[in-house]
């Protein structure tokens, strides 16, 4: 294990350390409001990148992937360790350490280097550790200096606000111009630098065969969980206020994006991917529809009773029992919708089979049964051969 590697896992675990350390001090203090997610998401995502970038920087060194998981998971654990000192210092025990605001300033701005480590740019170079093409290379760079410019920018608007020793000096006055403009502007080319990065994983995929799109299959996986959890976040908070379930879903899922990075590059051959596929899309497709039609239906039986019933109880209740009772015909039916539009070939094969018994039950040939027999086959599966041995009796 290199130096560089040894030295950056150690300050994450020291940064680690205080940062669990300072939790536990603040635990009192109601942390929902001062967390996104839940409490402590920053070190658990620290803890999840080193382990998709870890097997990658020792397996595969070249690639840089795993480097840059390493280097997000140590901004990360710093960036949780600031967080917790600032609501330590300037919420949960006011005073009760030295220069809080220190730890306030290190999160205004760490979390751009950190998106671009474990998002921007994996994302442009996945799976090879290569863009896509040289021409992505002038891309590449206005994103690396989006990411420059937004991190300098928000840690000097910050700078000139924090030096004063009160909480209440955390409250921005004017930021100068230009400082306001390398934030807005560095954020602003993180974002479509983001849109970037998924641009070039469509790219390569359209373009990928044999073991790079297998590999690309894995990612696929975790953004389409990970965008129909968006969707399920977006209709919890319309319908509900408190956004905490919503928000943990959604952040656990978006962890799922660099764990499966990391099982792609070194470990893609251990699960069958096109099962796992098939199954997110289904219930992906099915949790969307469910909560879309709970939400409505909601809706519709509040107006429907409220000159009769004041409470909500009622219309959650039959909501809930008509969301049961539509599972299984929905779930049925998305399975199929995801079948004939993404596995054509299970489908047909499907439909053969299907077919095949039902003449199977009419006919009572026993030339005709092996000759349809060896038909459906052929049409299901083209095997390069196909045989049949009848026992005599």
């Not at 409220?306 to 399975?335: C, D, H, M, N, Y």
């Amino acid at each position: 294990m290199s130096a560089i590697l040894i030295s950056s896992l150690s300050l994450e675990t020291l940064a680690l350390l205080a940062g669990i350390v300072l939790v536990i001090a603040s635990w009192p203090l109601p942390l929902r409001a001062a967390d996104w997610g839940f409490p402590g998401f920053q070190g658990v995502a620290a803890v999840v990148f080193t382990l998709s970038g870890l097997p990658i920087a020792r397996r595969r060194p070249e690639n840089p992937i795993g480097w840059l998981m390493i280097a997000g998971a140590l901004l990360s654990a710093l960036q949780f360790a600031g967080h917790y000192y600032a609501v330590y210092g300037l919420l949960a025990a006011p005073g009760a350490v030295p220069a809080a605001w220190v730890g306030a300033w290190l999160e205004s701005w760490i979390w751009v280097p950190t998106m671009a480590a474990v998002g921007a740019f994996p994302l442009l170079v996945f799976p090879t550790g290569r863009l896509p093409s040289p021409r992505w290379r002038p891309w590449a760079t206005i994103v690396a200096a989006g990411v420059l410019s937004g991190t300098v920018g928000l840690a000097l608007g910050f700078w000139r606000r924090a030096t004063l020793p009160r909480p209440e000096g955390l409250v921005p006055p004017d930021t100068p111009g230009i400082v306001a403009a390398m934030a807005v502007v560095g954020v602003m080319l993180l974002v479509a630098g983001l849109a970037l990065a998924s641009a070039a994983v469509i790219v390569r995929f359209r373009r990928a065969r044999g073991l790079e799109r297998q590999q690309l299959k894995w990612l696929a996986l975790a953004a389409s969980v990970a965008a129909a959890t968006f969707v399920l976040y977006l209709l919890l908070a319309s319908e509900v206020h408190d956004q905490t379930v919503g928000a943990t879903l959604l952040a656990v899922a978006l962890l799922g994006i660099p764990v499966a990075i990391g099982i792609a590059i070194v470990r893609h051959r251990l699960f069958d991917i096109d099962h796992l596929i098939n199954r997110a899309l289904v219930y992906a497709a099915l949790t969307i529809v469910l909560a879309a039609v709970y939400v409505g239906s909601v809706l519709a039986l509040q107006a429907l009773l409220a000159s009769i019933v004041r409470t909500t109880e009622l219309a959650v209740a039959g909501s809930t029992l008509l969301v049961a009772a539509l599972f299984g015909p929905i779930r049925r039916r998305v399975q199929a919708a995801v079948d004939r539009r993404f596995y054509r070939s299970r489908y047909d094969a499907q439909r053969i089979a299907d077919a095949f018994s039902t003449r199977l039950r009419d006919e009572v040939e026993l030339d005709a049964v092996v000759d349809d027999l060896r038909g459906s086959v052929d049409r299901a599966m083209h095997p390069a051969f196909i045989g049949v041995w009848i026992r005599d009796a």
